[in-house]
Every structure is written in structure tokens, then in C-alpha cells.
């Protein structure tokens, strides 16, 4: 069964940075594609960046690219997602999901951890 554990969101200012982390377990990161969600108020959830496992090609939404960056480290089988010049438009609950692509997808896409808050504001 696969378990994934978002850890690292917040409260930070515009123009802030944050690292988020994702540890999965029951899966393997050389299986398939993973990556990050967000879901902001009242809005689908879409793939924000993805990872591919079969060579490591990075994916991004347009409005992640320069500024976020996602990385691997499969000895501890765990995601990250490094975000900076962060955004009030960036608000939202981050998903950890695999499989990923950057797409707007329903719950039933795939597997999800619980998520976690991220908020930009002054």
C-alpha cells in the first residue's frame, strides 16, 4: 500500500522560500512518476512539478518554472520540492502524488498524501 507524508509547509512572506518533503513508503521512486499538487481555495488540483522516475526529467507549471525546483533522493525514498520567490497567488494545500502530471486531475488520479498548507501573505 502506498504511503505518502508531506512534511515543510507554512506561513512566509512574499518573496520567501520553502522546502517541502514528501517520504513515501510502498512505493519506489524508480516506479513511476511523483511529484507535487496544488489545490487552492475554491479551485481543482492541478500537478505543479513531477519527477520522472525512468531518468529523472523534471516537469513544471509554467507558473513554477524559475522558481521552484523538485529533487529525488532515493536512498530515503523521498521528494522535495524547493520553492522560492514564493507568491500570494503560490497559497494552497501541497499534495504529494504519484502518479504526476501537469494537469489539473480529480482525487481518484492516484495515490495522495494528506497534504500540507502553504500560505503567502504579508
Known amino acids: 500500500q502506498v504511503q505518502l507524508v508531506e512534511s515543510g509547509g507554512g506561513l512566509v512572506q512574499p518573496g520567501g522560500s520553502l522546502i517541502l518533503s514528501c517520504a513515501a513508503s510502498?512505493?519506489?521512486?524508480?516506479?513511476?512518476?511523483i511529484g507535487w499538487f496544488r489545490q487552492a481555495p475554491g479551485r481543482v488540483r492541478e500537478g505543479v512539478s513531477c519527477?520522472?522516475?525512468?531518468?529523472?526529467?523534471?516537469y513544471y507549471h509554467d507558473s513554477a518554472k524559475g522558481r521552484f525546483t523538485i529533487s529525488r533522493d532515493s536512498a530515503k525514498n523521498t521528494v522535495y520540492l524547493q520553492m522560492n520567490s514564493l507568491k500570494p497567488e503560490d497559497t494552497g494545500v501541497y499534495y504529494c502524488?504519484?502518479?504526476?502530471?501537469?494537469?489539473?486531475?480529480?482525487?481518484?488520479?492516484?495515490?495522495w498524501g494528506q497534504g500540507t498548507q502553504v500560505t503567502v501573505s504579508s
Open positions: 510502498g512505493f519506489t521512486l524508480d516506479a513511476d512518476t
Open positions: 502524488g504519484a502518479p504526476c502530471a501537469i494537469v489539473a486531475v480529480t482525487p481518484d488520479f492516484g495515490s
Open positions: 519527477i520522472s522516475a525512468s531518468d529523472g526529467t523534471t
